[in-house]
C-alpha cells in the first residue's frame, strides 16, 4: 500500500526544556565543528542523497568490522568507497527515540521523545526540512516510525512506510505464527529459526520501490538531484530467516564471547531486566539459532542494499551521491546473556556509520574518534549546502574527514533510555528508569538514577567485563563523568515529562481505538508472511 497523501499536522504539544541551556549546550557541542549556515553549493555541484537506516544492526556484524563469518559485499564495497566511523554511537537504544534524535540532531531530553509510545513535536525542525530548505525535494521510503497524525515530518513524499499504524490503539500488528515475538519477550528466542519474517517482505518492497525511484529520476534526466531517504525493518527480530539464508549459516555461527560471565548478574538494573523478560535460562539451542537467523538476516539485508547500489552505479550515480548506512542501534545477540537492545552495552548502543561520496571524501578510510549518530545527520547537512538545523548538537564529521588528528574534536558522545509507567516490558509497576550513558575518550559511564552507575575503560577492556565504580583510584573520573551526564539533564525532570505523556496517552490511545482515524501513510503486513518452517531442519 503505497501513499504519498498532504497531511495537516494537528498535535501540538508544548516543547518544554530550558531554551538557553539547549543553546548553551549545543554551542559546545558544536565547538570545532565547520557547520554550513547557509545553501552556499551550486545546485549542479550538489551531491545526490541517500541517507539508508537499518534495524537493530549491531556494526560487528559486517566483513568490513572483521567479523570472518559474516557475508556482507555489498557493505563492505560501501566502506571501501567511503568513510567507517568504528565509535559511533546512538542517541538512544531503542527505536523511536533514536530515530526522532536522529532527525532532530537533539537528543531525547531536547526533543522530548524518550519511548515509543511518544510523538515527535511537529514545530521541530529535521534534517528532511533542513534538505527542503536547501532546495532538495527529500522523499522517505519504508520504515521510519512515527506516531500520530504528522507521518511526514519533512518529507515530501512517502512510499510503503511502517507496518504499524499511525495511531496507537488503533489496532493490534498480527505476527500470526510469530505473534509476541517483535518485543523484547522470552517468545522471540524460543520461536526461531528458518521460515518467514514478515519485515523481509517489508524490506524487499522497499528495496524494489527504491530501485524504481532510482530508475525513474535517471530517466528523468533532470539536472537537480533526488534526496532520499530509506528505512529497513531487518535484522530485527523476529529471529526468523528463509531457509536459503539460513542454511548460509547453520554450524558456521561462534557462540556469544561473554554470556557464562554474567549469568549471575549483579547490577539491580539489569538483574531486573534479564528477570523480567525471561533470560535467566536461555537454552544453547535457542542461542544458536537466534544467532545464526541473525547473521542470515543481516546478509539478506545485505544483499537488499546491493540492488540499491548496483542501480546507483547503473545509471552512473554512485560517484555524485552521498550514502550514509546507519542504523537506530544494535542488537545484543546473546553477549553478557542478554538479547535485542535497551542497554548501553556496546552491542546495543553502537551503531554503524559509513560516509561515502566517492567525489569528494576519502575511500577506505576508518575513523576511531568518538562520535554522535547525530553527528551524521549535520554531516548530511553541511555536504549537501542545506541550513544546519538551529538547535541540533551534531557536529559535521567533514572536518574530522579531512583531519582524523585533528585535537579540537571532543571524543564525547551521549545516549538516553528512559522508560514509561505501564508498560510491563520496560517498567516495574509505576516505578520508571531514566538511564544515561557518556562516553569521552576511552572512558564510559553508565548512570542509572537511583542505583549504581557503571563505568568502563574501553581501551584495556573493550568487552566491558570489568565495572570500575568501585574503584578509589577512578573516583575522581567516576565524579567528572557523572557531572557530565547531569549538566543540563535532570532526571526528575525527564521523569515528571514522561508521567504528563504517559497521562495524555490514556485519552489519545482510547480516542483512537474508538475513532478509528485513517493511515496516511501504512504498509498492510500479512499475518500469514510470519512462521517457522515445519520442521526445523
Known amino acids: 500500500m503505497d501513499n504519498s497523501l498532504d497531511v495537516t499536522p494537528s498535535h501540538c504539544r508544548g516543547f518544554a526544556g530550558d531554551k538557553k541551556k539547549l ?22 555541484d550538489r551531491p545526490n542523497i541517500l541517507f539508508i537506516e537499518s534495524d537493530q544492526h549491531n556494526p560487528a556484524i559486517m566483513g568490513h568490522s572483521g567479523n570472518s563469518v559474516i557475508r556482507t559485499p555489498n557493505l563492505d564495497a560501501l566502506a571501501s568507497r567511503g568513510v567507517t566511523f568504528e565509535n559511533n554511537y546512538c542517541a538512544s537504544p531503542i527505536c523511536v527515540p533514536s530515530r526522532a534524535a536522529m532527525m532532530t540532531g537533539q537528543f531525547p531530553y531536547q526533543n522530548e521523545v524518550w519511548t515509543n509510545s511518544q510523538f515527535l513535536h511537529s514545530g521541530i525542525p529535521t534534517f528532511a526540512h533542513s534538505l527542503g ?6 522523499v522517505q521510503i519504508g520504515r ?23 495511531h496507537m490503539g488503533v489496532d493490534e500488528v498480527d505476527h500470526g505464527q510469530l505473534s509476541g515475538t517483535a518485543g523484547p519477550n522470552r517468545i522471540s528466542l524460543k520461536l526461531s529459526g528458518h521460515g518467514l519474517n514478515s519485515y523481509q517482505v517489508h524490506d524487499e518492497m522497499v528495496a524494489s520501490r527504491t530501485v524504481e525511484f532510482i530508475d525513474d529520476h535517471a530517466a528523468a534526466k533532470s539536472d537537480d538531484p533526488f534526496c532520499l531517504s530509506v528505512g529497513f525493518m ?35 538494573y539489569l538483574k531486573w ?35 540499491i547500489f548496483d542501480t546507483l552505479e547503473r545509471h552512473d550515480l554512485l560517484e555524485n551521491t552521498l550514502i550514509i548506512y546507519t542504523a537506530d542501534h544494535g542488537e545484543q ?18 551503531v554503524p556509520a ?50 582524523p588528528a585533528r585535537n579540537d574534536w571532543h571524543d564525547i558522545a551521549f545516549s538516553e533510555y528512559c522508560t514509561e509507567p505501564g508498560d510491563p516490558a520496560h517498567s516495574d509497576g509505576e516505578n520508571i528508569w531514566q538511564n544515561r550513558m557518556v562516553r569521552e575518550g ?12 557503571q563505568l568502563f575503560n574501553l581501551m584495556d577492556d573493550p568487552d566491558e567485563l570489568n565495572d570500575l565504580i568501585d574503584v578509589p583510584e577512578h573516583a575522581a573520573i567516576a565524579e567528572r563523568l557523572t557531572g557530565m551526564v547531569l549538566d543540563g539533564w535532570d532526571p526528575e525532570w525527564v521523569d515528571g515529562k514522561i508521567r504528563e505523556q504517559s497521562a495524555n496517552l490514556k485519552v489519545l490511545v482510547p480516542w483512537a481505538k474508538n475513532t478509528v482515524p485513517a493511515d496516511t501513510i501504512r504498509w498492510q503486513l500479512n499475518p500469514e508472511w510470519d512462521y517457522l518452517d515445519d520442521p526445523q531442519t
Open 23 to 44: 543553546h548553551e549546550n549545543s554551542e559546545k557541542f558544536n565547538h570545532g565543528s565547520t557547520l554550513s549556515k547557509s545553501n552556499s553549493t551550486k545546485p549542479n
Open 133 to 138: 530548505a536547501g532546495g532538495y525535494q527529500p
Open 144 to 166: 521510519m516510525h512515527f506516531f500520530g497524525p504528522d507521518q511526514f515530518h519533512g518529507f515530501t513524499e512517502r512510499f510503503i512506510g511502517d507496518h504499524n499504524s499511525n
Open 234 to 268: 531487518l535484522p530485527h527480530q523476529p529471529f526468523v530467516a528463509t531457509k536459503q539464508d539460513y542454511d548460509e549459516y547453520r554450524g558456521k555461527v561462534p557462540p556469544p564471547k561473554n554470556s557464562k560471565a554474567f549469568e549471575d548478574e549483579s547490577h539491580p
Open 273 to 307: 531486566w534479564k528477570s523480567n523478560t525471561g533470560l535467566e535460562d536461555v537454552t544453547e539451542e535457542e542461542i544458536d539459532r537466534c544467532r545464526t537467523a541473525y547473521y542470515a538476516l543481516v546478509s539478506r539485508l545485505d544483499t537488499l542494499l546491493g540492488d
Open 333 to 350: 545477540i546473546g553477549e553478557k546473556g542478554l538479547w535485542w537492545k535497551q542497554t548501553f552495552y556496546e552491542d546495543s548502543v553502537k
Open 354 to 403: 559509513i560516509v561515502s561520496w566517492p567525489a569528494q571524501l576519502a575511500q577506505g578510510m576508518r575513523i576511531d574518534r568518538v562520535t554522535s549518530q547525530l553527528d551524521l545527520n549535520a554531516t548530511m547537512l553541511e555536504a549537501s549546502g542545506a541550513p544546519a538545523l538551529p538547535l541540533s548538537v551534531g557536529r559535521s564529521l567533514l572536518p574530522l574527514i579531512k583531519d
Open 442 to 453: 576511552d572512558w564510559k559511564l553508565n548512570y542509572y538514577h537511583k542505583m549504581p552507575s
